[in-house]
């Protein structure tokens, strides 16, 4: 199963695309340890080649890259995943096209995406919106942490193995609360790549990952 603790997404319509190589080791070298490359208006082209991009960008070091929605981009690319949402392309038709050791993850919003992902070959699953985000445009309303930890008991119960990350609105100071009620790692734009010190910033999130995991276990 991947290593979800710090998830870092890199939005071409946030951060700019040609500067997603740059984000994108910078992250891979201060604590992330996945990657997913989102865009909503690249053509097919370019998104296969900023994808390129950004796999020669993280090159040896060891942090998967997967495309958001696009099994067809991130075959092409040879991306090491990709992440879906309800209305993308089926899990096990996506499995499929991507092979059996493609990373596949899974947005869940409610019940009816918690009962889908536990019964998909996924490998991991993806909660959100947790808190209200600017990044994205989103219809549902958040779910808050209450929502996060009904939904993440729903899970566990079905596969206690999947990894179950949270997104939206997630900062330094809100970690904490995110991993105690159930989340096993958190996915970022802002909280690293709209920071004073992007490294910095990468390396205060994993640790806090690290440390709320820490204090779980105990």
Not at 111 to 137: H, N, Q, R, W
Request: with cysteine.
């Amino acid at each position: 199963m991947p290593d979800i603790s710090l998830y870092a997404l890199l939005d071409a319509g946030t951060l700019g695309a040609d500067r997603l190589p740059t984000f994108a080791r910078l992250a891979a070298e201060n604590g992330a340890t996945i990657l997913q490359y989102r865009d909503k208006t690249g053509t097919t082209r370019q998104m296969v080649e900023r994808a390129l991009a950004i796999r020669e960008a993280i090159a040896g070091l060891q942090v998967p890259l997967l495309v958001n929605d696009r099994v067809d981009v991130a075959l092409a690319s040879n991306a090491d995943g990709v992440h879906l949402g309800r209305d993308d392309l089926e899990p096990g038709e996506a499995r499929r096209i991507l092979g059996p050791g493609a990373i596949i993850g899974l947005t869940v919003k409610n019940e009816a995406d918690a009962e889908v992902s536990a019964a998909a070959p996924v490998d991991y699953a993806c909660i959100g919106g947790v808190f209200e985000t600017l990044s994205k445009k989103n219809p549902d309303p958040p779910v808050g942490l209450e929502g996060l930890g009904t939904l993440r008991a729903k899970l566990r119960d079905a596969r206690p193995d999947l990894p179950v990350g949270a997104i939206a609105g997630i900062d330094l100071a809100r970690v904490p609360g995110v991993i105690a009620a159930g989340a096993d790692g958190v996915a970022v734009i802002s909280a690293i790549f709209k920071a004073s010190d992007p490294a910095q910033a990468t390396r205060a999130l994993r640790a806090a990952v690290d440390a709320a995991k820490g204090s779980r276990a105990r």
